[in-house]
């Protein structure tokens, strides 16, 4: 196994194909990093780019590319070891140094591309982003990487129509993020949730997958949601739940200045059981705005 085993997964919302040309470029990746030589090995048009990784570290690099209906979420990878001997210290330092460069170089260029889109809004002329499907037969807790398990649920995959509200909030669009990050609190301010388990972490330390056990009246159950964090947005879909079929969600934060925040929430849910398409929405509706009143509340007290 490399010292360093780094990834990480940004929501790109623009063109697929351009955002895969781009990527692909060999003068984007010199100015990314220009201590590593990469020489591409895999060129897979759409769905990215494997590179032989040589110079100040010995490995690997990629670029998996996985579509969703306005965008796509880029998952990047580095596996190296450092060309020379390093002690622990040293590989942190390395490990934080490379995260935190590559999260302000696709940071940049995910605002290069969503130019002129206002926060929320999708790509002119595409359907929501936010779409999953769950295979009823994966009842892992903790599945694999999604292009190494295809039985996982698929983005760009028709779900549910969306519910959608927005609050403004007294604080800056960091404070608001940290409150939505900090799951573990979630009971102590979410009205309908039960319990909170964070399964996993990405390597900027955020929550990857996090169990939850929610009653919210018409919509409970306990369920496992896999987020992909950017700047000012966070998206999640569904791995495994007990009643539900598909989740799919995002807060989506607009600074406003000195007016505060502008918080918009997103969510589509659909149930095993059925139930009539205006109950569900009206059920959706309650979930967002108690969640939406209970942030602002937690983030401005």
Request: glycine fraction near 6%; hydrophobic fraction near 40%; include cysteine.
């Amino acid at each position: 196994m490399p010292a360093l085993d780094l990834s990480c997964d940004d929501l790109v919302v623009a063109d697929p194909a351009y955002v895969a040309q781009r990527l692909a470029a060999d003068t984007l990746w010199r100015e990314w990093w220009p201590e590593l030589t990469l020489t591409p090995s895999e060129l897979r048009g759409v769905e990215g780019v494997r590179w032989a990784v040589t110079g100040a570290a010995i490995g690997t690099a990629e670029w998996w590319l996985e579509q969703v209906r306005d965008g796509v979420v880029v998952h990047w990878y580095l596996r190296v070891d450092p060309s020379r001997p390093v002690g622990p210290r040293r590989l942190r330092k390395l490990r934080e140094r490379y995260v935190a460069q590559y999260r302000e170089n696709i940071w940049r260029f995910k605002d290069e591309l969503e130019q002129g889109r206002a926060a929320g809004e999708g790509r002119p002329g595409s359907e929501p982003a936010i779409v999953s499907r769950v295979d009823p037969g994966d009842a892992r807790a903790t599945p694999e990487p999604p292009r190494q398990n295809p039985s996982r649920q698929r983005r760009g995959e028709s779900m549910a129509e969306q519910t959608t509200s927005t609050i403004v909030v007294n604080a800056t669009p960091k404070a608001i993020m940290a409150v939505i990050a900090d799951f573990e609190a979630y009971p102590e301010w979410a009205d309908s949730m039960r319990e909170t388990q964070v399964l996993s972490t990405d390597e900027a330390g955020r929550p990857k997958q996090v169990r939850f056990k929610v009653d919210a009246g018409a919509i409970s159950d306990e369920y496992t949601l896999d987020y992909v964090w950017s700047r000012n947005e966070v998206t999640w879909t569904l791995v495994q739940a007990k009643m539900v079929k598909g989740m799919d969600g995002a807060y989506v934060l607009r600074d406003l200045g000195d007016q505060g925040t502008e918080v918009t929430y997103r969510l589509a849910v659909d149930v095993a059981i059925p139930m009539i398409g205006m109950l569900k929405r009206k059920a959706e509706k309650v979930i967002i705005d108690t969640a939406l009143k209970g942030l602002k509340k937690r983030v401005e007290s």
